[in-house]
């Protein structure tokens, strides 16, 4: 059973233009969103981060929104560059007994920003 | 610089032998994580450690083991049980539970 959801597996976008990334989640105890980047061969790279309590977060080109009633989350980039070209993983995190927690990833959205 | 270090970054081993993954961080982080990403997937949580000499199962932690001795080092092996081992693998760390993961760069197993 798939948590954490990116259900278009690719976007392409012109540069300067915005690049919207959509997340669903069904686990209604999650409480803490997180958006990686990830390019081949290397590790995955934290962005921007959201807590149930706010729905929109801001980190200079990336904004990230929660609707929480829709169990939906969105990382938006603007203006888009070249270098954003990368896999997005949208991930979430509940916390367990004994102050316990882990991530849960979706399966990575491919960005391509065309020059 | 602070970091975690995943040695090494591409791995061969014969079918039927045991293998160590290393994964090392300077970063005086208490819990430590590997997962385990397939083409076409998201990372899958094989085991999380919290803090020194305890960890837990993720979600996929059959046919791996794992020890915490120390608070930099969290060595994940790969043993002849896990019936599809090859993958890339990521080794995390962040200084408790609820903060943002830091990763290594990975290590791509093959078996031959």
């Known amino acids: 059973d798939q948590q954490v959801k990116q259900n278009s597996p690719s976007l392409s976008v012109q540069e300067g233009r915005i690049s919207i990334l959509n997340c669903d989640y069904t686990?209604?105890?999650?409480?803490?969103f997180l958006w990686y980047k990830k390019y081949p061969a290397e590790g995955p790279t934290f962005l921007i981060s959201?807590?149930?309590?706010?729905d929109k977060n801001e980190d200079g080109r990336f904004t990230v929104f929660l609707n929480k009633s829709a169990k939906h989350l969105s990382l938006h980039i603007v203006p888009s560059q070249p270098g954003d070209s990368a896999v997005y993983f949208c991930?979430?995190?509940?916390?367990?007994?004994?102050?316990?927690?882990?991530?849960?990833f979706g399966k990575g959205i491919t960005l391509s920003v065309r020059p | 610089d602070g970091g975690i270090t995943q040695s090494p970054k591409y791995l061969f081993r014969k079918e039927g032998q045991n293998v160590t993954l290393s994964c090392e961080q300077n970063l005086n982080h208490d819990a430590m994580y590997w997962y385990r990403q397939d083409p076409g997937q998201g990372l899958r949580l094989i085991y999380y450690s919290q803090i020194v000499n305890d960890f837990q199962k993720g979600d996929i932690a059959e046919g791996y083991s794992v020890s915490r001795e120390k608070k930099e080092s969290f060595p994940l092996t790969v043993t002849s049980a896990q019936k599809n081992p090859t993958a890339f693998y990521l080794c995390a760390s962040s200084i408790n539970p609820r903060q943002p993961q830091h990763f290594g760069d990975g290590t791509r197993l093959s078996i031959l």
């Open positions: 686990n209604s105890m999650f409480d803490y």
């Open positions: 959201i807590s149930s309590i706010k």
């Open positions: 991930a979430a995190s509940a916390l367990l007994p004994g102050a316990n927690s882990k991530l849960t």
